[in-house]
C-alpha cells in the first residue's frame, strides 16, 4: 500500500511538473511571438491591421478549445487532451516558421490558441483532483505562476535574441522546447479520477452551473478578468509619456505577480480564498487608481499595488469553483476560465473607445503631445478603477456568503445532516 501512494504521489508531481511546461508554452506563445512582430510585418510585409488579426486568433482559439475541453474531460479523459494540445502547438510552431503568408500565420496561431485552451481545460481539473484542501490551492497558484514567470523569461529570451540578430524563426523554434518537455512528462502516465462521482457527468455539471453561486462566479470573473487584462495591455502605452519605463513596468508586475503566486498556497490558507479575493479586489483598485494619477517613480508603486492584486485572481477563481462547487467539475472550471478570456476580448475595444473619446477632450481642452497622450490616458485608466472597486462589493457579499454557508454546514453537520453542495 505505501509503495502504491508512493507511486501515486509520483504521478501526481511528474503530471504537475508537465502541466507546468505545458503552461509555459502559453507563455512562450504569447511573449515571444509578441516579440518578433515587428520582424514578421517587415518581412513578410503586414501590415498593423494583419499582425492585429493574427493576434486574435491566440486569443480566438483560446476559450474554444477551454469549453470544448471541459466538455469532454471525463469522457476522453485530460491526457487524450494533452495529446491533442501537443499536436496543435507543434504543428503550430512548425507551421508558423514555414507557412511565408498571411493566411498561414493565421491558422498557426490559430491552432496554437487550441493547444493553449486544452492546456487549461486538462490541467485546472487534474491539479483539483490529484491534490486535496490547501494542497491543492498551493498547486494551483504555482501553476498559475508560470503564465506571468513564463512571459518574463520569454520576453527576456526574444529581447535578447533579437539584440544578438537572431531570425524571428530561431525565436519560433525556442517555444518548442517546453513543448516537447511536456509531452516526455505526460508520456505513459495515467490521470487521475474524477474526486466528486458527480463531477464526471454532464448533467451534474449542469446542474450545479445554473446555482446562484456558480452564476454569481460567472460575473465576478468577467470583471477580474479585465481588471487584470484591461490595464495592462494599455498602461504600457500610457505610462510611456510619464517618465516611467513601460518595460521595466511589465517585467515588474509579472516578476510580483510569479512570485506571489509561488506563495499562494500559504496566503489561501491564512485567509481563504475569499478573504484572498476581497484583499486581491482591494490592492488592484488601489493600485489601478495610482496609475490613472501618479507619474514618473510612483508608477512603479502603482505597478506593485497592482500586481500583488492581480496575481491571485485568475488561479483562486478557478481553485473556488474546483473546491466551493466541485460538482461543476472540469466543465466549471473551463466555463469559468473561457468567460475571463471572452471578456477581455470583448472589453479591450471598449477600453478603445474609451481612450479615443478622453483624447478628444483632452484635445478640446488644449493639451497637446506628450502631454494629449498622458492626460487622457491616465483618464481612461481613471475608468477601469471602478471593475476592481465593483468586485470589493461582490468580494465582501461572497465572503459574507460562504461564512454563512459554513456555519450552516457546520450546524448540520453536528445534527447528523451535512450538506456539501453550495
Keep these: 500500500m505505501e509503495n502504491s501512494n508512493d507511486q501515486q504521489k509520483t504521478n501526481a508531481n511528474r503530471l504537475f511538473y508537465g502541466s507546468c511546461f505545458a503552461l509555459i508554452t502559453t507563455a512562450f506563445s504569447f511573449s515571444i511571438r509578441a516579440g518578433i512582430l515587428p520582424q514578421l510585418g517587415e518581412e513578410l510585409s503586414l501590415s498593423a491591421e494583419q499582425?492585429?488579426?493574427?493576434?486574435?486568433?491566440?486569443?480566438?482559439?483560446?476559450?474554444?478549445?477551454?469549453?470544448?475541453?471541459?466538455?469532454?474531460?471525463?469522457?476522453?479523459?485530460?491526457?487524450?487532451?494533452?495529446?491533442?494540445?501537443?499536436?496543435?502547438?507543434a504543428l503550430g510552431i512548425i507551421l508558423t516558421i514555414y507557412s511565408g503568408s498571411y493566411v498561414g500565420l493565421l491558422i498557426s496561431t490559430l491552432l496554437i490558441g487550441l493547444g493553449n485552451g486544452c492546456t487549461e481545460a486538462a490541467c485546472?481539473?487534474?491539479?483539483?483532483?490529484?491534490?486535496s484542501g490547501t494542497r491543492m490551492s498551493r498547486m494551483m497558484n504555482r501553476f498559475h505562476m508560470w503564465f506571468p514567470g513564463g512571459i518574463v523569461l520569454g520576453s527576456l529570451i526574444s529581447k535578447f535574441m533579437t539584440d544578438a540578430g537572431l531570425s524571428w524563426e530561431t525565436?519560433?523554434?525556442?517555444?518548442?522546447?517546453?513543448?516537447?518537455i511536456y509531452a516526455y512528462l505526460y508520456f505513459g502516465q495515467a490521470w487521475p479520477k474524477a474526486k466528486v462521482e458527480a463531477a464526471a457527468t454532464l448533467s451534474g455539471n449542469l446542474k450545479a452551473m445554473v446555482s446562484p453561486l456558480f452564476i454569481f462566479m460567472i460575473v465576478c470573473m468577467s470583471l477580474t478578468a479585465i481588471s487584470e487584462f484591461g490595464p495592462q495591455q494599455w498602461v504600457g502605452l500610457i505610462l510611456s509619456k510619464s517618465g516611467a519605463e513601460p518595460m521595466i513596468i511589465l517585467a515588474l508586475v509579472t516578476g510580483l505577480m510569479a512570485v506571489a503566486r509561488y506563495f499562494g498556497g500559504e496566503v489561501v490558507h491564512k485567509f481563504d480564498q475569499t478573504g484572498v479575493l476581497l484583499g486581491s479586489a482591494v490592492l488592484a483598485t488601489i493600485g489601478i487608481y495610482l496609475f490613472s494619477t501618479q507619474t514618473g517613480t510612483m508608477a512603479y508603486i502603482a505597478a506593485i499595488f497592482f500586481a500583488l492584486g492581480i496575481a491571485y485572481f485568475w488561479p483562486n477563481m478557478i481553485g473556488f469553483v474546483a473546491d466551493k462547487i466541485p460538482k461543476s467539475g472540469a466543465l466549471g472550471m473551463s466555463i469559468i476560465g473561457a468567460v475571463g478570456m471572452f471578456s477581455?476580448?470583448?472589453?479591450?475595444?471598449?477600453?478603445?473607445?474609451?481612450?479615443?473619446?478622453?483624447?478628444?477632450e483632452a484635445a478640446a481642452a488644449g493639451f497637446t503631445g506628450d502631454e494629449l497622450e498622458l492626460v487622457s490616458g491616465q483618464a481612461t485608466l481613471g475608468t477601469m478603477?471602478?471593475?476592481?472597486?465593483?468586485?470589493?462589493?461582490?468580494?465582501?457579499?461572497?465572503?459574507?456568503w460562504v461564512k454563512k454557508r459554513k456555519n450552516t454546514d457546520a450546524a448540520e453537520a453536528t445534527s447528523g445532516q451535512a450538506v456539501t453542495d453550495y
Design 171 to 180: 525565436q519560433i523554434w525556442v517555444i518548442m522546447i517546453p513543448t516537447l
Design 124 to 131: 485546472n481539473p487534474m491539479i483539483a483532483d490529484a491534490y
Design 385 to 400: 478603477v471602478a471593475f476592481p472597486a465593483i468586485l470589493i462589493v461582490l468580494f465582501t457579499i461572497l465572503w459574507f
Design 51 to 89: 499582425l492585429g488579426f493574427i493576434n486574435s486568433m491566440w486569443f480566438f482559439g483560446f476559450p474554444i478549445s477551454m469549453v470544448i475541453g471541459g466538455l469532454i474531460y471525463h469522457k476522453v479523459g485530460g491526457k487524450a487532451i494533452m495529446q491533442f494540445a501537443f499536436f496543435a502547438h
Design 344 to 360: 477581455s476580448s470583448i472589453f479591450q475595444p471598449i477600453i478603445g473607445g474609451w481612450i479615443d473619446s478622453d483624447k478628444a
